[in-house]
């Protein structure tokens, strides 16, 4: 996970040696008669599509627990514990998963322990990979933290620090949990040393809050290393961003002559592990596609629009006293949400968990040869059931009247589900952490939802508790609420046929609505 290690995540990471140990030669052997597989998964969808190919010679864990986000979960000692046993690790991979995940599977799994990341090579498989697709239609910039670049080390890390601020206020860069709790990673007003910091995986970008406590220009200076599993580091480069705070008038601040001005859509302060470069990260207006701005030539405008207070909540109180003045681009998203250019979401196209299970196959029988024809078997007849699944969402949804195949969620994870069956993503409409919109806000939500003419928003049972708006702005407007699966299952729901069906089910009968 990135940030300051927590005391739970040292416990993690200190099981690497104690699994080594234990481990180390001792895990059951595949192909052996007196002795199942024994396969970790990331998540609960990925561990049911394995059980159904591996079935009895096979004994699988979930590392992220049913209601769990796999965007956020920290992993816990006994997570690696059961990584440290397993003869496979399966995950998603195109960063589905939280990164401490992936550096406990990396840390605690035996070195000869195949760890398989199922979506980066799905089209083999006969998969499709799209591209992630983000919007939230803010009216200040968006700007995350990002990485390009890969690292040639499996597992490593890059930190980025805040070493040095310049401006007439301080500076603090948070992110907020699904539980709307606060993780501060840089902090100017106690000075800046190692601890303002963060790691991500190569190329991977987060999103967060930066706020300033007073309007002005700023100069913030950031510098990078790549951190293997052993604890070895590197310096790969380092540079300095303007931020401009406020409007420009009074205490504000100005632009510097020549400097391209960002306010709005989405961008990241990006570090390139490969050449050591600092740059901006901006989706081109015209085109879409990301433009690399060098740090020395491009502003990031903080206008008064993004003006806010600081929150009355106890744990909101290292932005200072509750009620003064901050000036906020937001996070956007809720909770850790660090993921790459491809969308990981993949298996939202039942065509797509068929080249996971065939991907699944493949590898259980290169783990397990004396199991072949058991995988063989299992596998082909699981294809078979999803073959008819997919045709039965197809035609459930093609029931839906193409005029209302419009889709608004509180999370970006059903893009596949719209392209493979002819429905639109009107949008995820996502509060920002633990601020209370404005009444403009309020009736924006409520012009979007009026102007797609949606009968329903659909909310993921796992976020649901973070949705107070979209429910209160979809009773005002008279629209149905509706319960949509995505990253993960619940008591009710707790296979990936069953998921399907559901949502398949819910999303012809919510969007049929007044037809």
């Known amino acids: 996970m990135w940030g300051h290690p927590t005391r739970t995540n040292a416990t993690v990471v200190s099981l690497v040696a104690a699994g080594a140990l234990l481990t180390g030669c001792s895990g059951p052997q595949a192909g052996s008669h007196d002795a199942k597989l024994t396969v970790s998964a990331t998540t609960g969808i990925i561990a049911d599509l394995v059980e159904q190919v591996g079935g009895d010679r096979v004994d699988v864990t979930s590392i992220v627990p049913h209601h769990g986000d796999p965007h956020s979960y920290e992993p816990s000692p006994g997570d690696a514990a059961e990584v440290a046993k397993a003869d496979v690790v399966f995950s998603n991979g195109l960063l589905l998963e939280e990164p401490g995940i992936m550096k406990m599977v ?3 799994a035996r070195k000869s322990t195949p760890k398989i990341e199922i979506a980066e090579k799905l089209e083999q498989y006969g998969g499709t990979v799209i591209k992630l697709e983000e919007d939230l239609g803010l009216d200040v910039l968006w700007l995350g933290w990002a990485v390009e670049g890969e690292v040639t080390e499996e597992g490593s890390q890059v930190r980025t620090t ?9 500076l603090r860069v948070y992110l907020t949990d699904t539980l709307g709790r606060p993780k501060v990673y840089v902090d100017s007003a106690d000075g800046l040393d190692d601890a303002d910091s963060f790691t991500l995986p190569p190329e991977a970008h987060t999103h967060v809050n930066w706020a300033f406590s007073k309007p002005g220009t700023y100069r913030l200076t950031v510098e990078g290393r790549t951190e293997t599993l052993d604890g070895k580091t590197e310096g790969i480069g380092s540079g300095t961003f303007t931020f ?17 001005v960002l306010d709005s859509g989405h961008a990241d302060v990006t570090l390139n592990a490969e050449t050591g470069q600092v740059y901006v990260r901006a989706d081109d207006a015209k085109s879409g596609e990301p433009v690399r701005l060098p740090a020395d030539e491009v502003v990031l405008n903080v206008p008064d629009r993004a003006k806010e207070a600081v929150p009355q909540e106890e744990p909101y109180a290292f932005l200072g006293a509750a009620g003064d003045e901050l000036w906020v681009l937001p996070q956007a998203v809720i909770g850790k949400h660090v993921h790459g250019d491809m969308d990981p979401h993949a298996w939202a196209d039942v065509a797509n968990a068929q080249a996971y299970v065939r991907r699944i196959e493949a590898e259980l029988v290169k783990a397990d040869p004396d199991g072949k024809p058991t995988y063989e078997k299992n596998a082909a007849a699981y294809l078979k059931r999803l073959g008819a699944l997919d045709e039965e969402v197809a035609e459930k949804l093609a029931t839906v009247p193409e005029q209302n195949r419009k889709l608004i969620t509180t999370h970006d994870a059903f893009g596949y589900l719209a392209k493979a069956y002819g429905m639109e993503v009107a949008g995820f409409v996502v509060p920002v952490p633990n601020q209370e919109p404005s009444a403009a806000e309020v009736e924006q939500l409520g012009d979007t939802i009026r102007e797609k003419k949606v009968p329903s928003v659909f909310l993921e049972p796992n976020l649901a508790a973070r949705a107070d708006v979209l429910r209160r702005v979809a009773e005002d407007e008279g629209v149905a609420i509706c319960t949509i699966y995505g990253d993960s299952f619940d008591d009710k729901v707790h296979d990936y046929v069953s998921m399907m069906r559901h949502n398949a089910a819910e999303l012809a009968k919510c969007l049929r609505r007044d037809a």
């Open 162 to 170: 805040a070493t040095k601020l310049e401006g007439p206020g301080e």
């Open 106 to 108: 990396h840390s605690n």
């Open 244 to 260: 401009t705070v406020g409007d420009g008038d009074g205490d504000g601040a100005e632009a510097p002559a020549g400097a391209r």
